[in-house]
């Protein structure tokens, strides 16, 4: 390492000392390059490669024309609440915020959700209705450590159904899938380590992770699964503890794993002792159900996540973790310590909905109106030059490269303050690729003025 | 340090080194004192103290007649999940999980809630009802990242009535009063941070605490509040981050606050930097509301915590966090990030709750009816040698020191074995001390069958 790479290294350690030492707070604005560089005796150039290192590290956060600012355990700090944010950087968090925070009419082709319309909601009043004239321990009562029995012998079964075998020992309520993700990372992460993400990925799994202190590695999706040499070189590079995907229909790309992707990535987790996360919750999307990670494994070293959020509804927090009995009951412990528990009463409501015979049919006109959705939003962005990397079987979303060299988060601003919020790359993956994609919600995308706004910021940008 | 303590150091720094290393798992045995006495070349008794001490950080985990075992981020491993766990140690998830977990049938005096045959039973049928008419937005969608406003609203006018000034900016929505506290930790702390608590304190607040991986400090709470010079010591010596204590109503010890002690007290966290978090969850069993800390603060240095699990339905989770809007804006981050957001059907349903005419009644005649259970569980008490430390003014629960010598844990234990849950003063506390007190509920104690049980234990353990 050369002399300039000393003085870079020894800038970051004056910085990363100061942030533990609390005399840089969280939210803090660092002393200017210029300032910085004067106080410590080296060039500006020096200063600002240290910062930038930083920045990509997660411990501080460039905010463009107002210099760099001290991360606090997570992002930084905004006042307004109402209406879209235009100041907010876009970071893993940007598309979360800026879809819940969403007027109704705005639009929102980049959120990660159905419309409260495609829901279940007929299924939720009847659901409601009935639990309203349960028992008074359904009513008031804690939950159970694990979670309503009935609702976890219903999901052992479901499980089964799609090949894993989990009894409901090995079955814990959380409030949400999140949730059940962050309890895990919990269980099984210490500040420091590696985990491996798809790339693209959930852009959650990078804000989840950032809060847990840990480093994420993406591993190129393809259009079957994990690239399996890459896959293979981040275990030897990272001795990763964890990778956490989806199964079945990947966010963003709509891929689906084959079987042979699935069984060769298990040998490598086994010989590399990894524990594999895997979050279900697009299951009901799927015609035909891929093959699940956790039915190949037995549930050893495969964590199956899932949730209702996207089928049945997102008002009621209510999802699950199905493991091995012995983690299980250590997970049990984490959410009483961190949460004392899950709610009694969103289980008891999700177990009359989803017991309620009309979801079977309730996801049926899903999927079709889904498809057909689907169908009507390739063809209007491939007419303004939008490719999609790949048309999906099934599921929301279609993960799509923009024209020439446009860039998808100026694109996205430029759509923002339009009224409309995109979903671009670069939240998805840290790849400088991931510039060039959006990601749409076909079914948030049935409306001729997404194109419209998307194709004038497109023009603006050229 | 004599050369036995630097054996010991070295035991010690050798197994952190391991379980670091995660050659010892979470959940392992540790070699026995024996084997690891001779495999390092050290005497038992080195080995013994070294074992100790790193239990006594929470590291390693005794299990009595069974040896050491690697703690996860928290807590042993047990898979039956039915009927009292007699086998489990009893450290601060014990009574949760013994309580939670317990069947219809058992008496629960040590638990922290009211039957539910108490809460507010009819308003939580009435709301579920009317939240079954609501629009499908509220049945389907997500929440914002506060929250319900409406909610935020009334809990903003419901704190201007305590004297806390807080705008519905400055108050987001989490899933309980555990979560807005693991919110707050998560925020601003680092693994290693020392945070106070009361000596004792609610027994959660240290599961919590170890989740964490910060070292938690207890504060002896007097009669009127805490140890003034107790806490000046502790201030000095630990530079803590964080003081986590309750407003109102002291869980364990029903001992209230006074004026002076929070004014002082007050002053004490300005000179220290000192951030505190005021669990306030027995709001509405107080007679006549002592004063807030956040009112006296103005919402600078102390965050402000609360929900309705212990007076509406504890089925139903929500709780809420009041704050600087600054750290708000950062909360709602991480909830996003670790969640994905509080539950939008919870929330409409308790403001249902809330705003229902009958709720001020309800808790007119909770109030009352508890009042009178404590005047009999004191009585009951007293009749058989169990002496309560103070006598509440209000609230559910009484601190009682039991007669001569007797160990709390092993009449827990005893307890147990006949179908009682008793809350050990060991779980609230790491002092000594709290071995000798059991914490009683009075509404959970309204049964001769208790006082019976405990008598037999008692004498016993003579």
Known sequence: MGQGGT?????????????????????????????????????????????????????????????????????????????????????????????????????????????????????????????????????????????????????????????????????????????????????????????????????????????????????????????????????????????????????????????????RLLQLAEAGGLVIVEDDIFADFEFHPAPRLAAFDGLSRVIHIGSFSKTVSASLRCGFIAARADWIDSLADLKIATGFGSSRLASAVLLAALTDSGYRKHMEAVRVRLAGAMERTVARLEAIGVQPWLVPRAGMFVWCRLPGAASATEVARACLEEGVVMAPGSAFSQSPEASGFLRFNAAQSDDRRVFDVLARALRHGR
């Not at 099984?188 to 990078?206: A, I, M, Q, R, S």
Request: hydrophobic fraction near 45%.
């Open 7 to 263: 003085r870079i290294e020894a800038v970051m350690a004056v910085v990363r000392a100061r942030i533990a030492a609390r005399s840089y707070l969280p939210g803090m604005r660092l002393p200017s390059v210029r300032a910085q560089a004067r106080a410590m005796g080296f060039s500006v150039s020096t200063v600002v490669e240290a910062y930038e290192r930083l920045a990509a590290e997660g411990a501080i956060r460039a905010r463009p024309g107002s210099g760099f600012y001290v991360c606090g355990p997570l992002a930084p700090l905004a006042l307004s609440e109402i209406g879209p944010r235009l100041e907010r950087a876009v970071d893993p968090l940007w598309i979360s915020r800026q879809a819940l925070e969403a007027p109704p009419a705005m639009l929102k082709p980049g959120c990660g959700w159905l419309p409260a319309s495609w829901l279940y909601e007929d299924g939720m009043r009847r659901a409601l209705r009935a639990v309203a004239r349960a028992d008074a321990e359904v009513l008031a009562d804690y939950a159970t450590p694990l979670g309503l029995p009935a609702l976890r012998q219903f999901l052992a079964r479901r499980m089964a159904g799609m090949g894993i075998e989990a009894s409901p020992e090995q079955i814990m309520l959380a409030e949400s899938g999140t949730q059940a993700i962050d309890l895990v990372c919990r269980f099984l992460l210490e500040p420091g380590d590696t985990v491996l993400v798809d790339d693209p990925c959930y852009f959650n799994f990078h804000a989840l992770l950032r809060a847990h202190r840990v480093q994420a590695v993406g591993v190129p999706f393809t259009r079957n699964g994990s690239d399996l040499a890459a896959f293979e070189a981040a275990l030897r590079a990272h001795s990763p503890r964890l990778y956490i995907t989806n199964s079945g229909i990947h966010n963003p790309t709509g891929a689906v794993r084959s079987p042979v992707n699935a069984h």
